[in-house]
């Protein structure tokens, strides 16, 4: 088009040509987008195990109904991993530290813009080497955020948490904060084992020792939030029922 000049009379129909080629190129570009994702997804899915999201394949002229005996069928058999959906976008996944009973343990997240994951490392990743995002994740607990099941969000550094975050839900509540798991090496984790009574005297130090300064990565956090925040808005969700917005307490250290 450009080396047609403008009084040519067939500068007009190039012009609309040109402007339906790229129409059709724009929708080209956007399946081959989403298909890439979607198939994004579904390695993602063979990746997770335990308490993940499952959609159940029992056809419905089967499904057990008050009449049908126990016995008959197991219906967990036709569960499948629930996680590749067209509207579901991988926002960001990472390793958190989670603050435990105990001690503080590391964990890794999934933040979809529809969902959060979290669990640890599978016992089978034997040849996953050091790439966190090749490893087989054992998932803890799934939170549907688009229908209110939980939120996380960052909250002000205290003396027991520094770059942190509260992940709040019906099943539980908990603080999780950004930075390597850095604690009982050397001599404090000798110490630990030798008496329990060390550690109720020390945990608080421990605590503090084990966060990392690395207010950087809390940010980047945040602003995948804000992000999976923007796209949650934007899906078109009929049928399910928002929960009443009130969350299991959150766990604090004594």
């Known amino acids: 088009l450009k080396y047609t000049p403008s009084s040519h009379p067939d500068y007009n129909d190039l012009q609309i040509c040109l402007k339906d080629v790229q129409e ?4 080209l570009n956007k399946g081959i987008g989403e298909k890439e994702r979607f198939d994004f997804l579904l390695k993602l899915e ?13 056809p419905h002229s089967l499904a057990r109904s008050p009449s049908t005996p126990t016995h008959t069928f ?10 590749a959906q067209p509207h579901r976008v991988l926002i960001h996944e990472g390793e958190l530290t989670k ?3 105990k001690v503080p343990k590391k964990r890794y997240f999934f933040l979809f813009n529809d969902l959060l994951l979290y669990g640890e490392p599978s016992l089978l990743n034997i040849t996953a080497g050091d790439d966190d995002k090749e490893k087989e994740i054992k998932i803890s607990m799934s939170i549907n955020l688009l229908i209110g099941q939980g939120k996380m969000e960052p909250i002000a550094d205290s003396h027991t948490a520094k770059n942190a975050f509260q992940i709040l839900s019906k099943e539980k509540s908990f603080v999780a904060w950004a ?4 604690l009982f090496t050397g001599s404090f984790y000798f110490m630990l084992f030798l008496a329990s009574l060390c550690y109720f005297i020390l945990k608080d130090y421990l ?13 980047f956090w945040v602003q995948k939030l804000q992000e999976a925040s923007k796209s949650r808005d934007a899906i078109v969700h009929v049928g399910e029922k928002k929960t009443d917005g009130s969350f299991a307490p959150k766990w604090q250290n004594d």
């Open 207 to 219: 605590l503090n020792f084990s966060q990392s300064d690395t207010p950087e990565e809390k940010e």
């Open 179 to 182: 930075g390597k798991l850095h």
């Open 99 to 101: 603050l435990c009973r």
């Open 24 to 27: 059709v190129a724009d929708i």
């Open 46 to 58: 063979k990746r997770l195990s335990g308490n993940v999201p499952v959609r159940n394949l029992l």
């Open 74 to 83: 197991n219906q967990s058999l036709f569960n499948q991993r629930n996680i």
